[in-house]
């Protein structure tokens, strides 16, 4: 969906001359002010929830920049003004909650983006800085409040409330819950949440709830108005990893209760420094059928740097080719492109599901291909957990873009996947570091060096 403005930009001088031109000088003068024309898609509120009732919190979910601050502060404005100046909004009594009240000030109300740079001059609210309040022309008045004090929130009641980054405060709970008690007033009291997303209970607790509408987006989804250098940066900096994905893409991450992988522990093992390997596998999770319908095949590169005695060698995880293949052929054939771009020294394929028939597909593209097949005597959970301990030691490493692998691994636990369908990423990750460091240290003689 495309905003007026993107419409104007890519009109002919022509039509954006005519269309100028045809506006009333009032309508001219309010065109800068008119939120909807100018607004992109994930900044305009959703107007119900999925079922048709309406909604009670709006999430707004997007990475650093993607213009949270500016959607917050124009919903304020529509929930509070009237047709005119004078003329009563949907609400009149309104929360305004950041971490600190600093924040609350010079973000929410006086940032660049806040509520006093987008209201028009005939309806600018005054600030009463001893009230902490903001009073517009018609009487409504917004109340700034700091998360860090959640007690004062206690007694206030509201029709409406802005609650600025949640997942960053550190009384989260408390002042939510306490400003759920005060939101009481009108009809349908509703709130904006604008945040990047972080694992923390209540943000994922206020998504479980029905009357909850989210919408996100990622950081370049504002690219307009970001210095085109941050942009490069930032992404040069964190693209492909998951602190990468939550606060640029604005995605919420989950950790799983009792994860063999933790997110802090990923990040941990980030290196953009790729050494000389002595081996090199691709390791294969194969599909149990092949249609459209089937999970992904797993496929992961792995290679490890062999010093010393067994407890010294280092792994790196260098790519994750899994693909989505709708036929056998499909997914052999980018596990033969993934041996050819990292000249790997052996394939291993689990073979519990097609036996003989995955060696037979494999050798359909490459006859000459080193193979191996392993067969799963033991449950994922229980093959899993040696490869964890590998990280817990710091023992294996990550290059970049490896999110769809890592988010899989986040959701690995004791207790079994977490996650929808089969950890095929993961279990062709556990294949590989099996191959290269688990297996060979149970026989450890010094392996001979990569190309001699």
Known sequence: MRSGA???????????????????????????????????????????????????????????????????????????????????????????????????????????????????????????????QLIWPNGAMAQAFSAHEPENLRGPQFDAAWVD???????????????????????????????????????????????????????????????????????????????????????????????????????????D????????????????????????????????VCKGAPQDWRAWVLKDASVAASSPTQWAQAAIDAMQEFDADRLVAEVNQGGDMVETIIRQIDPLVPYSGVRASRGKVVRAEPVAALYEQGRVRHVRGLGALEDQMCLMSAHGYAGNGSPDRVDALVWALQDLMIDPASTYKQPQVRGL
């Open 6 to 132: 993107d419409w104007l930009a890519c009109a002919t001088p022509h039509e954006q001359e005519t269309f100028l031109n045809d506006l009333s000088k009032e309508a001219l003068l309010a065109l800068p002010f008119l939120f909807e024309f100018w607004a992109l898609p994930h900044q305009l509120p959703p107007e119900t929830c999925e079922d048709g009732r309406d909604w009670r919190t709006w999430l707004c979910l997007g990475g650093r920049g993607a213009g949270k601050t500016r959607a917050g502060a124009e919903w304020v404005r529509s929930e509070v003004e009237g047709a005119k100046p004078l003329d009563a909004g949907r609400s009149s009594r309104v929360a305004l909650v950041g971490e600190t009240f600093d924040q609350v000030r010079d973000v929410m109300i006086f940032g660049d983006s806040g509520i006093m740079a987008c209201s028009p001059p005939d309806r600018m609210p005054e600030w009463h800085a001893g009230k902490r």
């Open 165 to 271: 980054e949640l997942a960053k405060w550190k009384k989260s709970q408390e002042s939510w819950d306490m400003l759920q008690f005060g939101l009481r007033l009108g009809d349908m009291p509703r709130q904006c949440v604008t945040t990047t997303p972080r694992n923390v209970p209540v943000l994922k607790a206020i998504m479980a709830n029905p009357t909850t509408v989210a919408t996100h987006a990622p950081t370049e989804a504002n690219r307009a108005y970001l210095a085109d250098s941050f942009l490069e940066e930032i992404r040069t900096r964190y693209a492909g990893t998951r602190l990468g994905r939550q606060e640029l893409d604005g995605v919420l991450l989950q950790d799983t209760e009792g994860a063999l992988w933790r997110q802090e522990m990923i990040e941990a093992v980030r290196d």
């Open 273 to 304: 420094v790729v050494p000389e390997f002595d081996r090199i596998v691709v390791a294969v999770d194969p599909p149990v059928t092949g249609h459209a319908g089937s999970d992904e095949c797993g496929i992961v590169v792995a290679g490890v």
